[in-house]
């Protein structure tokens, strides 16, 4: 089966079962963290669309538990839980042009990352980027968020994230450099059930 297809049957799945869970789960989602470093305020449900809020699905697929899927057209992400479940949460993707293919890991994890734009960003886009260039700190004023996966192959840095945003407004939509953004309370989520060298396959239209 092609990715595209798979891909296609996949986001199939997650829209068939986006329905099975209540609002008091989803509040329960989104509530105050404050034991972080940088806590984090209650996130008003009203702000996250429906579709995009974290629940478990019904997810047939031939990945084992533990592998993320990156369905890209569907802005979905999917934790896969094993005995045709998987949790599902909503993203924002790269701009055409700015994303990941294929088959990667994860080569380590971050809390409140630190994060330096990449020469080929400030290149792109310097009125935005070329202030950063000498790094940001971890914090709520960080693009990266409140946590960071990074994205291996072949025991290289493929420079692609999944990361928090300090931009909620972007999740569902096709507009960062090529990184996967979430809520940073899904992402402080994943960050907990993810571990080094789990796999991640990232689906392309």
């Given amino acids: 089966m092609s990715l595209t297809r798979r891909g296609l049957l996949l986001s199939i799945s997650g829209l068939l079962s986006g329905c099975t869970v209540s609002g ?5 989602n989104y509530a105050a963290l404050s034991d972080e470093r940088f806590p984090l305020p209650a996130m008003p449900l009203e702000r ?24 890209t057209p ?3 992400l999917y934790y896969v839980l094993g005995e045709g479940r998987a949790m599902r949460y909503g993203i924002g993707v790269g701009r055409e042009g700015y994303a990941l293919a294929g088959s990667a890991y994860i080569g380590r994890k971050a809390e409140w990352p630190s994060w330096t734009p990449t020469g080929n960003m400030i290149r792109r ?17 960080n ?32 507009m960062s450099s090529g990184c996967v953004r979430m809520l940073n309370h899904d992402v402080v989520d994943l960050y907990e059930r993810v571990a ?9 239209a």
């Fill in 24 to 28: 008091p789960s989803h509040r329960a």
């Fill in 48 to 71: 996250i669309k429906p579709e995009l809020r974290r629940q478990e699905v019904v997810y047939e697929t031939q990945y084992d538990a533990g592998t993320i899927v990156i369905d």
């Fill in 74 to 76: 569907a802005r979905r």
């Fill in 125 to 141: 886009d310097p009125e935005r980027n070329l202030r950063y260039a000498g790094g940001v700190s971890g914090g709520p004023h």
């Fill in 143 to 174: 693009p990266l968020g409140a946590r960071a996966v990074y994205l291996y192959r072949n025991g290289k840095d493929t420079m692609f994230r999944i990361h928090g945003t300090n931009q909620p407004q972007t999740i569902g939509q096709a």
């Fill in 196 to 204: 080094v060298g789990g796999r991640v396959i990232v689906l392309q």
